[in-house]
């Protein structure tokens, strides 16, 4: 088992990685929210079937009043509409303030549940159970829920910490190939803005961390403490945190003008390869490493490019809220392992994806 401790500013918890880490689930439920008495599991339709009875007789042993939302899977139900449900359910329960939501799934779910949690009784426990490669990595971890609103993906939210994460790595076993994929879009992320270390083992490990549970399992890790040191940091995204949108900028565009039916992890992919070719033709970074970044992309069966214009990604930006006044904080990768943040206008970023 291993654990990575995340030292935000509002709050301390752990992230516990490991296979069956499900096991420990009621002894570590107890430590952090004591005199709980009811729980809100909130799971999708491709998970619940897999681990709801699961964990929920896990807790059994706990003694807690135990209720569900279960929305049907997928982004277009990110939305304002299932969270009521859950406040509604659990007003109806009676939750009061020492009761406490579990989110169980992938980044929609965790979101969610952190989303509502925040809100509910202006804010209760949320612990997270994370069962895709992108939450594990990124999603569960550091706090940042929310839900999706016509105008853009995760336009409303609040920063969250849950008081604890537990990362079951027995759970990757079911992901469908095409979502590991998605979630390499994240790791490979890490991997080129911070940490050349890892970037050596995806490449040692040839396109597969798959077969092997106790590789993947310290990968799993390496990319948590690598989230946790920025959020520890960095907690509301003044700074440092701003790194991890490398590639997000453009993907972003790229996944809301499909309709967010393009996964996020393929459209951050993308637009990580349209920003290194940028960063190469600006000359912040070389082509050696360039070729590495994008060969790494291309051993996880990732995509590197985009048919989308250095315009509509401009414009699309433009409307992004990571947007600033008129201003953008726009990411590069320098070298392997060292991100930049900098400023642009839109003629600017224009000017740096078209030259
Ligand atoms: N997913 C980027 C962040 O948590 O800041």
Redesign the pocket.
Same mark, same amino acid.
């Not at 027995?170 to 994929?181: A, I, Y």
């Not at 790494?296 to 433009?318: F, H, S």
């Given at each position: 088992m291993r654990t990575v401790r995340v030292n935000a500013a509002s709050k301390s918890y752990d992230v516990i990685i490991c296979r069956n880490a499900v096991d420990v689930l009621p002894y570590e439920v107890q430590k952090v929210c004591p005199g709980a008495l009811k729980v809100l599991i909130v799971s999708e339709s491709n998970v619940a079937p897999l681990y709801l009875d699961l964990v929920k007789s896990k807790l059994k042993i706990n003694g807690y009043e135990i209720i569900s939302h279960v929305f049907e899977a997928g982004e277009q139900n990110k939305g304002i509409n299932e969270i009521a449900a859950m406040w509604n359910k659990m007003a109806e329960a009676g939750f009061t303030r020492t009761d406490f939501v579990i989110g169980l799934g992938g980044g929609v779910t965790t979101d969610m549940a952190g989303f509502a949690a925040s809100t509910f009784l202006r804010g209760i426990k949320v612990i997270q159970l994370p069962t895709s490669l992108l939450a594990m990595v &990124?999603?569960s *971890?550091?706090? @940042?829920t929310g839900i999706d609103i016509p105008m853009g993906k995760n336009q409303v939210g609040a920063f969250w910490q849950p008081s604890l994460v537990l990362e079951d790595i027995s759970f990757l076993k079911t992901l469908p190939d095409e979502v590991f994929t998605e979630g390499m879009g994240?790791v490979t992320k890490h991997a080129f803005i911070m940490d050349p270390e890892l970037l050596e083992k995806l490449e040692k490990a040839n396109g597969d961390i798959r077969s092997d549970e106790a590789l993947l399992e310290e990968i799993v890790y390496m990319n948590v403490a690598d @989230?946790a040191s *920025? *959020?520890g940091e960095d907690e509301n &995204?003044n700074g440092r945190?701003?790194t991890?949108?490398f590639g997000?900028t453009v993907g972003h565009v790229i996944e809301r003008d499909s309709g967010f039916t393009k996964p996020h992890g393929i459209c951050v992919a993308k637009g990580m390869g349209i920003m290194i070719d940028a960063c190469v033709r600006a000359g912040t970074l070389d082509t050696s490493d360039a070729e590495r970044m994008k060969n790494l992309l291309k051993l996880y069966k990732l995509p590197v490019t985009d048919d989308i214009t250095p315009e509509a990604i401009v414009e699309g930006a433009m409307n992004d809220k990571k947007k600033r006044g008129d201003t953008l904080s726009v990411i590069l990768v320098n070298k392997i392992g060292k991100a930049e943040i900098r400023k642009m206008n839109k003629e600017e970023f224009l000017k740096f994806l078209s030259v």
């Amino acid at each position: 088992m291993r654990t990575v401790r995340v030292n935000a500013a509002s709050k301390s918890y752990d992230v516990i990685i490991c296979r069956n880490a499900v096991d420990v689930l009621p002894y570590e439920v107890q430590k952090v929210c004591p005199g709980a008495l009811k729980v809100l599991i909130v799971s999708e339709s491709n998970v619940a079937p897999l681990y709801l009875d699961l964990v929920k007789s896990k807790l059994k042993i706990n003694g807690y009043e135990i209720i569900s939302h279960v929305f049907e899977a997928g982004e277009q139900n990110k939305g304002i509409n299932e969270i009521a449900a859950m406040w509604n359910k659990m007003a109806e329960a009676g939750f009061t303030r020492t009761d406490f939501v579990i989110g169980l799934g992938g980044g929609v779910t965790t979101d969610m549940a952190g989303f509502a949690a925040s809100t509910f009784l202006r804010g209760i426990k949320v612990i997270q159970l994370p069962t895709s490669l992108l939450a594990m990595v &990124d999603a569960s *971890v550091g706090g @940042k829920t929310g839900i999706d609103i016509p105008m853009g993906k995760n336009q409303v939210g609040a920063f969250w910490q849950p008081s604890l994460v537990l990362e079951d790595i027995s759970f990757l076993k079911t992901l469908p190939d095409e979502v590991f994929t998605e979630g390499m879009g994240e790791v490979t992320k890490h991997a080129f803005i911070m940490d050349p270390e890892l970037l050596e083992k995806l490449e040692k490990a040839n396109g597969d961390i798959r077969s092997d549970e106790a590789l993947l399992e310290e990968i799993v890790y390496m990319n948590v403490a690598d @989230k946790a040191s *920025v *959020v520890g940091e960095d907690e509301n &995204d003044n700074g440092r945190r701003q790194t991890l949108n490398f590639g997000h900028t453009v993907g972003h565009v790229i996944e809301r003008d499909s309709g967010f039916t393009k996964p996020h992890g393929i459209c951050v992919a993308k637009g990580m390869g349209i920003m290194i070719d940028a960063c190469v033709r600006a000359g912040t970074l070389d082509t050696s490493d360039a070729e590495r970044m994008k060969n790494l992309l291309k051993l996880y069966k990732l995509p590197v490019t985009d048919d989308i214009t250095p315009e509509a990604i401009v414009e699309g930006a433009m409307n992004d809220k990571k947007k600033r006044g008129d201003t953008l904080s726009v990411i590069l990768v320098n070298k392997i392992g060292k991100a930049e943040i900098r400023k642009m206008n839109k003629e600017e970023f224009l000017k740096f994806l078209s030259v």
